[in-house]
């Protein structure tokens, strides 16, 4: 029988998302042990911050108290912008020359002796005005330490700074803080019980205020010894966070709000036994400086086309906006090295993309690339209290972990101007199935029909809408009072281009379809990312009705097991007359609609029914000095998607007039 025993290795991992002012910040915390055998024990005993125990960690649940710290000075530098501006812009790497180092003197023979520099540009600018320091005063004002030392170097250190009864902090490889040790801290005080557990997705504590329940039934930790082994037994019964650091709500979540703009944050969480309520483990972290929400975007103004004020009898105006607004589970540190990994996280990029919607004020949207979850969440509730109502198209495909963690297309309208008819929704895959055994007479069980599937089914989907316009006034017979929107997002594989002029053709004749069962003359959108440049067979078909035969879209070569997808390109076409609002204004497509390190290029339009609407304006792109002010690339602190919205004003066109 096997009795040897084993000892385990417990720690708690805890890390902080850098806070931002309206941006709900929540811990990420768990807890866990190895398994240790003879070698490891003796290693991990030795180690500060490792609990080693008999048992692996029980059942957990945890506590956390908030505090708010004192004003932080960010730069020595006179000049430095950091001294007096929280604003994200100045914040980031790009701002900051790429690096997430603070700097600080150590030479004691130099006036900068122990001033901390936000990085080595303005280190370099203020060593132009330091001056050695005599001898007597540097003996006399401390400057000499025990080792009498006299490096000139400057020492580096993260931009989370630390005191020293705080674990270190450092960014780890998704950009976000965290601390370098746990401790094993005092018990809970007594008195203090009481309280309930808020988890993710619960309302945060607003910043400014206090808030004193208990996040936990066990309370809160008691204090513990900064300078405290993992085996220590000298607990305290208060928490010193100094003089200068003051509670502020003991919720999981907090929203950082202007009081906290400019001070640093700190969080202790602590593990307690859900059984027995015993004090397991803690640790407490630093965050960097509290940052203050994004200015305003940028105003963008509308450019009148000729003649927009020509008509005849003039129909219903109506503002149209397209936006891919990049996904959470697309905006990866590895996609956007470029990008601060706190400007892609979801809650800031949602605040600056409302505002960028709400300054646009459209009254038909289309969005791509909405996450299910956060069209739940939150999208939908934003733009609802805004005066919008729609409706969300998920992908086919399954959610990639986590439910929610799926994306889709989202179509907006605003309540005072229009009411919905009709609404659907096209599922791409769907379609290759009926095309596949209707159309094609294909088995899709076959080994054909499998490959031909498996090129086709990319999980894209589609919208379409009939709105009617909310007019109190008199109409006649022949007024037209609908208007039909399609949203989509095609494929987005530069290797499948088939794939993108099959998709595109087939939502154009399910469109075909769709308005010829209605009449002739109802109005239509289509909006989108087409994935798609201007010199494809997608936008020729778009724009022509039609492909040319020796396109190179339509003959691309594939596997031989795979058959070709395509019918003859003279089978290819359909009947609306479409023009792009862009072109039809400016005279030419945007210079970009995605602007990347890796792709910079137009891929989303505004296509209309050219006989009976026509374009009054459109936003132009910003040129490449203005995108590229605050990052080398989208998404930035100030643009939060890797691609640019497009709006443009439209007018029905009835009667025949222009």
Same mark, same amino acid.
């Given at each position: ?216 039934p066990r309370g809160f930790v008691g204090g513990y010894n900064g300078n405290s082994q993992n085996n220590s037994q000298d607990y305290y019964t208060d928490y010193n966070a100094g003089d200068d650091w003051v509670e502020i709500t003991r919720d999981q979540l907090y929203m950082p709000g202007p009081d906290d703009i400019g001070r640093k944050l700190k969080l202790e969480a602590a593990a307690y036994s859900t059984d027995t309520g015993e004090l397991l483990m803690s640790r407490v972290v630093k965050t960097d400086v509290v940052l203050a929400r994004a200015p305003d975007p940028k105003k963008r103004n509308l450019v009148t086309a000729k003649g927009a004020a020509t008509a005849t009898n003039p129909g219903p105006r109506f503002r149209v906006a397209t936006y891919n607004v990049l996904a959470e589970i697309y905006a990866t540190g590895q996609q956007y090295p470029y990008c601060d990994f706190w400007a892609m996280s979801w809650d800031f990029r949602f605040q600056n993309i409302l505002r960028e919607i709400m300054d646009a004020s459209p009254e038909v949207l289309c969005l791509q690339e909405i996450q299910a979850d956060h069209y739940e969440n939150h999208i939908y509730a934003a733009l609802s209290d805004a005066g919008y109502e729609g ?16 994306? &889709?297309? %989202?179509?907006?309208? !605003?309540? $005072? @101007? ?8 096209? *599922? #791409? ?19 054909? &029909?499998? %490959?031909?599937?498996? !090129?086709? $089914? @990319? ?8 709105? *009617? #316009? ?189």
């Open positions: 029988m096997n009795t040897k025993e084993y000892m385990y290795s417990w720690h708690l991992s805890l890390r902080v998302d850098r806070p931002v002012e309206g941006c709900a910040i929540r811990p990420h915390s768990y807890m866990y042990g190895k398994k240790l055998d003879e070698r490891e024990y003796h290693e991990k005993a030795s180690q500060p911050h490792t609990k080693v125990m008999k048992e692996p960690p029980p059942s957990h649940e945890f506590s956390y108290r908030w505090f708010r710290g004192p004003l932080h000075e960010a730069c020595a530098y006179e000049a430095c912008p950091r001294r007096s501006s929280f604003s994200p812009h100045d914040w980031s790497k790009h701002a900051l020359g790429g690096t997430d180092c603070t700097l600080q003197c150590v030479s004691t023979q130099s006036s900068l002796y122990k001033c901390t520099f936000c990085n080595s540009k303005c280190f370099v600018n203020a060593w132009k005005t330091q001056y050695t320091v005599p001898k007597e005063m540097q003996l006399r004002e401390g400057h000499m330490n025990n080792n009498n030392s006299r490096s000139a170097t400057p020492s580096r250190s993260r931009s989370g700074s630390f005191d020293t009864a705080t674990d270190e902090l450092y960014p780890d490889e998704t950009g976000s803080t965290r601390s370098g040790g746990s401790r094993s801290p005092g018990p809970p005080i007594d008195g203090m019980a009481g309280g309930t557990l808020h988890m993710p997705g619960s309302t945060p504590a607003a910043g400014g205020g206090n808030n004193n329940t208990p996040a936990t409706v969300f198209k998920q992908k086919t495909r399954q959610s990639m972990g986590l439910a929610g963690k799926v994306d &889709g297309c %989202a179509l907006f309208w !605003r309540r $005072s @101007k229009f009411h919905l008819v009709e609404s659907y929704s096209i *599922e #791409f895959n769907e379609l290759a199935q009926r095309q596949c055994q209707q159309v094609l007479g294909i088995n899709p069980r076959s080994d054909e &029909g499998v %490959a031909f599937l498996n !090129r086709l $089914s @990319k999980d894209n989907v589609a919208q379409l809408v009939v709105l *009617e #316009f909310i007019q109190p006034q008199s109409r006649t017979s022949r007024d037209i009072t609908q208007v039909c929107v399609a949203n989509t997002h095609l494929y987005s594989n530069k290797d499948f281009p088939d794939v993108k002029l099959w998709q595109t053709w087939q939502l154009l004749q399910e469109l075909e379809s769709f308005v010829m069962s209605r009449g002739t003359n109802l109005p239509l959108v289509i909006c989108g990312d087409f994935n798609s440049t201007p010199d494809t067979a997608v936008y020729d078909l778009l724009a022509r009705q039609s492909v040319h035969p020796g396109h190179p879209d339509v003959n691309v070569t594939t596997d031989d097991n795979v058959p070709a997808i395509l019918p003859d390109a003279m089978s290819i076409s359909h009947s609306f007359q479409l023009g792009s609002a862009y072109q039809a204004v400016l005279g030419d497509e945007p210079w970009v609609t995605n602007f990347t390190l890796n792709f910079k290029g137009v891929l989303d339009y505004i296509w209309y029914s050219a006989q009976n609407l026509r374009p009054l304006s459109a936003a132009p792109i910003p040129d490449e000095a203005q995108l590229t002010k605050h990052g080398e690339a989208l998404p930035s602190t100030e643009y939060s998607s890797d691609h640019i919205m497009l709006i443009s004003d439209l007018q029905v066109v009835s009667n025949g007039s222009r």
